[in-house]
């Protein structure tokens, strides 16, 4: 190695698979905080689930990698709309900082839960894919990158035609416009709810499956970290905006692999929450937010 | 008002007196029956690290019945008297008070963890009991953070920071390393003992610490910008001294980074999974210190003696629990005599005791043992004894 360009790609081919892992975490954040504007402080331990969904699929069941990351993707869809309906629908009209620290209760019901199901032992994964390693000079890439950033773009091309032109995601994007006039204009308001959670948690199983195959280890704590780096990469996009998660994302993931690369590793975890006290003083809207969007 | 005013003053004078109570001589200890000599065990045999205890105790009781067919001690028969701590500190008290007044046993062995063995140790002052623990590694047991010695206190392993001098020393002697880089997990105590010794021993000998990174343990699962930093600055060896599991980690993504240099840790690597985490490819060129390996040639007698007693693996804690033993037979027989203040200074001045994990000479100013240290290396996923590396 040596030369600093190889250097510098190399790190921003770190970043960008990181930061793809933070991106489909921040979009279920950003997608029910938009909808019903509340910061979902359960969602990295449902992607936790997913994790462990996925490490059934693969291990007990022998699934590869494709209908492991389905099938958690869907039961875990499930478990969102269980959590909606049970923890935050009743809430609907209370304030929003009871239904926020409900969200912190659940949180740590599925941490502590899975610590009494699961054992606080980590699993392992096997090997669902090939571990080749690419090498271009002195840079290297592996074959579990290539998938991460490509499901990563799949998902993402998936959610914003879903969104874009499904009648679920029209009716997502009217109620979060307006709650009460999109009922008045025969829109399921509920049903919308719940899939909007469905979504999210989705994405978030297919990271937790991510992950647990490209890092190999999972636990029932490994959600919080991820969970509020996304966070912060959802705030940075601008919360409540799709496009805002993707990009905080990316841009999350770089930041951390370009300290760390800086040789500052003692200083990542306190950059990422740095970055977050600079955009909510000085854009607190996010770098794609409108400055105005207060509604009647 | 007043009534309650009085009440506190009687507390208060009722609390002196039991203050002084505990001054007061103690009754004096009968000896026990002249023809056998008690041994108290003090183990985690149930509880959260219940496995560490019930292979030390079962590697001390070996030890005394190997001891008992040979002829006993000074003439006499050892009795075996064992006590559960449940592994938890505040039992470890009650089982060691209980060991001392009930029993009146003249040496304890065990706890295995160091926290357990803090426990004890008030009380084995206060009786004046010597005590041996087997796995006790952390460095305040014996000299306390005031630098004062805890006279009763002796250990059959060697110290944490002692493990990154023999990593250094292995590093530079062994693999001829002149370059090393550093992974420390800036959380733990463990790790940044371990990685100031391994620093200060390389480069007293003149080499280089290229590159000296951290993580947070049980936090991370990214360390590839850590990595290509460490490439970048090209070292022969990098030493992880942290705990299996993001160790498993960072040895997978090295690898995968195409860093094929030598990678060294500590004992931590040992306890766990760390193989199922890395992957079998990536562990090989890796190596770890550990106080006993189970395969080194030295242990077979051991470990078959073990295997045939218990039907179960002997590994460092049976070992380590058997050395205790052993060393305080030994001290007893050194001693020439069952009293407690003539078993403490043998112990003290205990060299040359040839124990199945390497030869112990206690340090009189410390406790601690100078011993050698074994060090396993990774083949395909199994763990193999590389070397034994002698304290310098």
Not at chain 1, 126 to 136: A, D, G, K, L
Not at chain 2, 136 to 145: D, H, I
């Amino acid at each position: 190695m040596g030369s600093v360009s190889d250097l510098i790609i190399q790190q921003i081919i770190n970043g960008i698979s990181l930061g793809s892992i933070y991106a489909l975490i921040a979009l279920g954040y950003t997608m029910v905080y938009g909808i019903i504007q509340l910061i979902n402080f359960a969602h990295g331990d449902i992607m936790m689930v997913g994790a462990y969904i996925g490490w059934f699929c693969t291990t007990t069941l022998m699934l590869s990698f494709i209908p492991a990351l389905i099938i958690a993707m869907f039961f875990t869809a499930l478990l969102g709309m269980l959590i909606e309906r049970i923890a935050y629908k009743p809430l609907r009209h209370a304030t929003r900082l009871a239904v926020l620290i409900t969200a912190i209760g659940v949180s740590f019901f599925l941490e502590y839960g899975g610590i009494l199901i699961l054992t606080p032992q980590t699993r392992t994964f096997p090997e669902v894919f090939p571990q080749t390693v690419y090498e271009f000079g002195n840079i290297t890439f592996k074959y579990g990158d290539v998938v991460i950033i490509l499901t990563t773009v799949i998902l993402m091309a998936i959610l914003t035609l879903v969104v874009k032109y499904s009648r679920v995601g029209k009716a997502m994007r009217a109620v979060s416009f307006d709650k009460e006039a999109a009922s008045l204009m025969g829109i399921n308001v509920d049903n919308t709810i719940s899939a909007t959670f469905a979504i999210g948690s989705s994405l978030a199983a297919a990271a937790g499956v991510l992950i647990g195959v490209y890092f190999n280890t999972i636990n029932p704590l490994m959600g919080i970290m991820p969970g509020l780096k996304a966070f912060v990469a959802a705030v940075l996009g601008g919360i409540g905006i799709i496009p805002g998660a993707m990009v905080g994302g990316l841009v999350m993931g770089l930041v951390e692999s370009f300290v760390s690369g800086i040789g500052f590793s003692t200083w990542r975890d306190a950059a990422a929450f740095f970055i977050l006290i600079i955009v909510l003083i000085v854009k607190p809207t996010g770098l794609l937010g409108k400055n105005i969007r207060e509604k009647v | 008002m007043k009534t309650k005013k009085i009440f506190t003053y009687l507390i208060v004078a009722l609390l002196s007196f039991t203050l002084l109570a505990g001054c007061s001589p103690k009754a004096p200890t009968d000896q026990p029956a002249a023809d056998v000599v008690k041994i108290g065990g003090n183990f985690e045999l149930t509880g959260g690290v219940a496995e560490f205890g019930k292979k030390g105790e079962n590697g001390a009781k070996l030890a005394i019945k190997e001891a008992n067919e040979a002829g006993g001690v000074l003439g006499m028969q050892i009795e075996y008297v064992g006590a559960d701590n449940k592994s938890e500190a505040g039992e470890s008290t009650a089982a060691t008070t209980k060991l001392a007044t009930q029993d009146e046993v003249i040496g304890i062995i065990g706890p295995m963890t160091s926290g357990n063995t803090l426990a004890a140790i008030p009380v084995i002052t206060e009786y004046g009991i010597p005590l041996v623990t087997p796995t006790g590694t952390n460095s305040t047991l014996t000299v306390t953070e005031a630098g004062a010695l805890n006279d009763w206190v002796f250990r059959a392993c060697f110290i944490d920071p002692f493990q990154g001098e023999v990593a250094a020393n292995f590093a530079m002697d062994t693999l001829g390393a002149t370059k090393a880089a550093l992974v420390i997990d800036q959380k733990g105590d463990y790790a940044k003992g371990l990685a100031a010794s391994f620093k200060e021993t390389f480069e007293k000998a003149g080499k280089e610490i290229v590159a000296s990174e951290q993580y947070v343990a049980g936090q991370d699962t990214d360390f590839r910008a850590i990595l290509t930093n460490i490439k970048n600055k090209q070292p022969d060896i990098i030493f992880i001294p942290g705990y299996y599991n993001e160790v498993g980690m960072i040895i997978k993504q090295a690898r995968d980074a195409k860093i094929d240099v030598a990678i060294l840790g500590g004992d931590g690597w040992g306890t766990g999974p760390i193989v199922d985490i890395a992957g079998k490819e990536a562990m090989n060129n890796t190596y770890y210190v550990d106080h006993v390996a189970a395969d080194d040639p030295a242990l077979a007698d051991f470990a078959a003696a073990f295997k045939a007693e218990y039907n179960q693996d002997a590994d460092s804690f049976a070992a380590l629990g058997y050395d205790a033993a052993k060393l305080l037979i030994a001290a007893i027989e050194k001693a020439g005599s069952t009293d407690k203040e003539a078993i403490r200074v043998a112990l003290e001045t205990m060299s040359g005791f040839a124990g199945i994990s390497g030869d112990i000479n206690v340090d009189s100013a410390t406790h601690n043992p100078q011993k050698s240290a074994s060090i396993l290396k990774f083949v395909d996923g199994e763990k193999i004894f590389a070397a034994r590396v002698d304290p310098k």
